[in-house]
């Protein structure tokens, strides 16, 4: 089990939005704004795509977006398209007994 | 270009060790701190350790503390990790990761909350634990 939770799946149709959320504790989401995410295609390396809730790194589409409130961060993705059907992980760093970063399970994006 | 390249995955027997490695180049390898992930196949991304950029501060999951060692010689670019005592559940894709941040300070790095993200991944080596 992972230490944040997502929903297995999602889908939407193109030219749609999603939301894919993510749900820590006060110890990891909750704790600052250290939250990423990011995008996985199969028998690929996982790619970046949102860090420090909300901002993009350079090249990332301005069609993907991030927010938190109290322990649970959101990623958005805008007007779906075919090529945006992935998998995607939310991460936060975590203090408890030392410094970790934890990873959620993954939500798979189908784009119908 | 900057790029990452893992390399020693294997088969292994439970018990055993191996060491995997990963060269970057086009980039100063110097002053960015690394991570270690791995994913299990059909599963999340599990963080695995991480390095300051000089070598000097190192931060394990819990699930490896004691069995893993990473490592780095600058001077070769060249990270690794030294997986020993190893088992089944080990049995994952082992990536690299460049921290997205890089860190220049005269003082060792250690591992907060500026230093979690990573922008830059290799393809991974896979690491199969079975007798």
């Known amino acids: 089990q992972s230490a944040l939770s997502q929903p297995a799946s999602v889908s939407g149709s193109p030219g749609q939005s999603i939301t894919i959320s993510c749900t820590g504790t006060?110890?990891?989401?909750?704790?600052?704004?250290?939250v990423s995410w990011y995008q996985q295609f199969e028998g690929k390396a996982p790619r970046l795509i949102i860090y420090?809730?909300?901002a993009r790194p350079s090249g990332i589409s301005y069609r993907f977006s991030g927010s938190k409130s109290g322990n649970t961060a959101s990623l958005t993705i805008s007007g779906l398209q075919a090529e945006d059907e992935a998998d995607f992980y939310c991460?936060?760093?975590?203090?408890?007994?030392?410094?970790?970063?934890?990873f959620g399970g993954g939500t798979k994006l189908t784009v119908l | 270009q900057v790029n990452v390249v893992e390399s020693g995955g294997g088969v292994v027997q439970p018990g055993r060790s191996l060491k995997v490695s990963c060269v970057v180049s086009g980039f100063n390898f110097k002053v960015f701190g690394m991570h270690w992930v791995r994913q299990a196949p059909g599963k999340g991304p599990e963080w695995v350790a991480f390095?300051?950029?000089?070598?000097?501060?190192?931060y394990y999951a819990e699930s490896v503390k004691g069995r893993f060692i990473v490592s780095r010689v600058n001077s070769k670019n060249t990270l690794f990790l030294q997986m020993n005592s190893l088992r089944a559940e080990d049995t994952a894709v082992y990536f690299c990761?460049?921290?997205?941040?890089?860190?220049?300070?005269?003082?060792?790095?250690?591992?907060?909350?500026?230093?979690?993200?990573?922008?830059?991944w290799g393809r991974g080596a896979t690491v199969t634990v079975s007798s």
């Open positions: 990761a460049r921290v997205r941040n890089s860190y220049e300070s005269g003082t060792p790095q250690r591992f907060d909350r500026n230093f979690y993200d990573m922008d830059v």
């Open positions: 006060i110890s990891d989401i909750g704790g600052s704004n250290s």
């Open positions: 390095i300051g950029s000089d070598g000097t501060y190192r």
């Open positions: 420090d809730v909300s």
């Open positions: 991460s936060s760093y975590a203090t408890t007994t030392s410094p970790e970063l934890l």
